[in-house]
């Protein structure tokens, strides 16, 4: 039953914003498949509410305007920093994209040999990079992502962000392409984890898609 709820929710979801310009993709995984890393009730939560009301007002605010038709991606490169109903929901759709994408219920997938060597002459090692994102999700204070980006020059660097900002939008510290991102508003987690954000970040390591990041590096170094 859960899983026939899941399709259906997804399909409504999809039919609900079919003419629209922007739709949520459905989940690669059911909403229980992530435990018990992350909970089925949190998930569900997270998508069908937080990055559905997300799309829907994105695309009440593009409405009339160039950015109904650009790609996400070009809506937030070229960002107007004060329209704040596009900042947030544009952001709040593109990096919860991207975050579903680099989570999987499958075991111990790995980075590419690509990545590895990139992630080991920059960090170290894979535990190095994990720490490094693990510190800037904890310090980043109230809402927002901590990330893994390739910056102009094809180098890895680790960065985060305010609220629903992201490393493409113009006026962020340091911009790049994000290749990992992880959530850490508390609906990202409050229900399992309550306040203890560092056993969240600790645990979300073990549902990492490294294929995908890998694919999203290989892609941005090109």
Request: hydrophobic share 40%.
């Amino acid at each position: 039953m859960k899983i026939k709820s899941f399709i259906l929710a997804a399909f409504l979801l999809a039919g609900n914003s079919l003419f629209a310009q922007f739709t949520q993709k459905p989940l690669p995984y059911a909403y229980n498949a992530l435990e018990p890393n992350i909970d089925a009730l949190t998930m569900e939560i997270h998508y069908s509410r937080h990055h559905a009301g997300y799309v829907k007002n994105l695309n009440d605010a593009v409405k009339g305007t160039p950015a109904e038709k650009q790609s996400i991606e070009e809506v937030l490169k070229s960002l107007d920093e004060k329209n704040t109903a596009v900042r947030n929901n544009g952001g709040g759709h593109y990096n919860h994209e991207l975050f579903w994408s680099v989570l999987t219920p499958e075991k111990n997938t790995a980075p590419s040999a690509e990545l590895a060597q990139a992630i080991n002459a920059k960090f170290k090692s894979l535990d190095g990079l994990k720490a490094k994102l693990n510190e800037a999700g904890a310090k980043r204070f109230g809402s927002g992502w901590a990330w893994l980006i390739v910056d102009a020059n094809g180098d890895l660097q680790v960065t985060s962000t305010p609220n629903q900002d992201n490393p493409l939008m113009p006026f962020v510290s340091k911009k790049g392409t994000p290749v990992l991102g992880i959530d850490v508003w508390e609906h990202a987690y409050y229900l399992k984890y309550q306040n203890k954000r560092a056993d969240y970040l600790a645990n979300i390591w073990n549902v990492i898609n490294w294929k995908e990041v890998s694919r999203r590096y290989a892609e941005a170094k090109k």
